[in-house]
Structure formats: C-alpha cells, structure tokens
C-alpha cells in the first residue's frame, strides 16, 4: 500500500518568506510526527500529533513554526518568517497509534529539503 | 546527559566482520526500543524491534540491558550493503497520551571490500 509521502521534496526559499510543508501518512495511522534534521545531524523531533491534536509540541523551535492536522489525515508544517538556520530535511512519520502495548514503529515519508537563502 | 546517546563512528570494518555498537538511555521508565537504518540522504527505516529477551534477524541480533540502560546491536558477516547510519529510538511512553520517541543522533557504519 501507499506510504508516507511529503510534499515537496524540495523547497528553496529566501529569507524571511513563509513556507508551508505537506505530509500525507499511511491510511488509519492515528500518530503522526515531524522531525527536522540538519546536515549530517541525528533527528530532531519537532511536534507529535494522536489524531487531530497535538499533546506535544515541546520540540517547536520557535514561535515561528506551527503545525496542524486535519481529518486524521494530512498535517501541514508551517515556518513563518524563514531564517537560513532552518534549513534542513524535515522528515514526517506516522504510526498505528501510541498507547497501549503496541510497538508504535514509525514509518517515514521521504521528506522535504528545505533551503534558506 | 542526553535522553539516548550513541557512539557517533564511524565503524569501518572489513566485509565479513562482526560489528557491535550500543546505545544508552537515560530514563530507566522506557518502554520500546527500537534500531533504525539511515541510508545517505535518504529516510529512516525500521530495522528492528528490541524486546526484553533479545532478538534475532538473520545476521542482526538486537539485546536490551534494563539494568545497566542500554541496548546493542550486532551484526555478523558484515556485507557492504550494510554501510549505513545505525540510529537507536526508544521510547520513554511515561504519558500515554504524550508519549514521545526519541531518536539517538546514530552511529555511522561503513563496510570496506
């Protein structure tokens, strides 16, 4: 079946500009998460959504990223006012769900490349 | 102290060796354990679970170690195609309702012919 997939795969933009990143997870995924990675960096988790809701934004960066999901379905992440040190792969992943005894394995789309000039 | 920390590599190693890294956490309350490959430029992908009793694929055998925190991954007759980012996750689930994974920054694995 279908994967995760993000839109787009690449995203170049100049300072200060709005940028809106797309994520689409697996049919009947309930947990969907967003994590940025910079160059040659582990993975940082940004903002983890259980259906529409968001119990933890903890990782935001900045009043400047926000996130949303609709439907239980698509999320969109948001960075207003781009600075160059946002540039980096912004990576999103879904699960089953993530309570109870399941092992929640997170399956990643391919992510969208973000560069700030 | 990091939440999970991994030895960054790299691991170079000939093809055919065996290969062995660990990765520690912090919180003893964690509940899943998870080893994750990172091909270059590319996303993560679960490799393997790892259970309390330790767990085998083929060649990649995933151990837990609640007492000392930490869990190990080690792979037998290395193949060049294993040359990848090796990143441990675990998950603290101390909120069923907020749990949050968390991703060590990996350990960098290259296999030489």
């Known amino acids: 079946g279908a994967g995760v997939s993000q839109s787009p795969s690449n995203k170049v933009t100049e300072k200060g500009k709005d940028v809106e990143l797309r994520c689409d997870p697996i049919s009947g995924h309930t947990a969907l998460y967003w994590y940025r990675q910079r160059l040659g960096q582990g993975l940082e988790f940004l903002i983890y959504f259980q259906g529409n809701s968001a119990p933890d934004k903890s990782g935001l960066p900045s009043d400047r990223f926000s996130a949303e999901r609709t439907g239980e379905s698509v999320s969109t992440l948001t960075i207003q006012r781009t600075q160059q040190e946002d540039s980096a792969v912004y990576l999103c992943?879904?699960?089953?769900?993530?309570?109870?005894?399941?092992?929640?394995?997170?399956?990643f789309g391919p992510g969208t490349r973000l560069t700030v000039l | 102290r990091k939440e999970v920390e991994q030895d960054p590599g790299p691991f170079n190693v000939p093809e055919g060796a065996t290969v062995a890294f660990n990765c520690t956490y912090s919180n003893s309350a964690s509940q899943s354990f998870f080893w994750y490959r990172q091909d270059c430029r590319k996303e993560p992908k679960l490799l393997m679970s790892?259970?309390?009793s330790g767990n085998e694929d083929g060649r990649f055998t995933a151990q837990l170690n609640r007492a000392s925190q930490y869990i190990s991954l080690l792979i037998r007759d290395s193949k060049l195609s294993d040359s990848a980012t090796y990143l441990c996750?675990?998950?603290?689930?101390?909120?069923?309702?907020?749990?949050?994974?968390?991703f060590g920054s990996g350990t960098r694995l290259s296999i030489r012919p």
């Open positions: 992943a879904s699960s089953f769900r993530t309570s109870g005894a399941i092992t929640d394995t997170q399956y």
């Open positions: 996750v675990v998950n603290p689930r101390t909120d069923s309702s907020a749990s949050k994974i968390i």
């Open positions: 790892v259970y309390s």
